[in-house]
Nanobody, 115 residues
Framework: QVHLRESGGGLVQPGGSLRLSCAAS????????LHWFRQTPGNEREWVAT???????NYTDSVKGRFTISRNNVWNTGYLQMNGLKPEDTAVYYC?????????WGRGTQVTVSS
């Protein structure tokens, strides 16, 4: 059974930083791309960033230059380093992995950017 567990969310002031983690189990983590999404109330889940199995990265335009996605295949963990946070980054952040012809999500971690 594949499990994803996010952590690292919290309340931060504008301009601050947070590092989200996504711990994976039940899957050969190093073989699969890892994605981060975010969602605000009443809106669809929005793609934020992807890191491939080979560690190539892609970002949605609104976070380019501020967020960095990375992975540690020894620890089966993905990360999202978020710097220069803005109030519009407030959301529940989810990690996502697609394997065995299925899509897996974590439960999410709340990020609130407010003064």
């Amino acid at each position: 059974q594949v499990h994803l567990r996010e952590s690292g969310g919290g309340l931060v002031q504008p301009g601050g930083s947070l590092r989200l983690s996504c711990a994976a189990s039940g899957v050969n983590f190093k073989l699969y791309p890892l994605h981060w999404f975010r969602q605000t109330p009443g809106n669809e889940r929005e793609w934020v960033a992807t890191i491939s199995a080979g560690s190539s990265t892609n970002y949605t335009d609104s976070v380019k230059g501020r967020f960095t996605i990375s992975r540690n295949n020894v620890w089966n963990t993905g990360y999202l380093q978020m710097n220069g946070l803005k109030p519009e980054d407030t959301a529940v952040y989810y990690c996502n992995l697609q394997a065995y012809q299925r899509t897996f999500w974590g439960r999410g971690t709340q990020v609130t950017v407010s003064s």
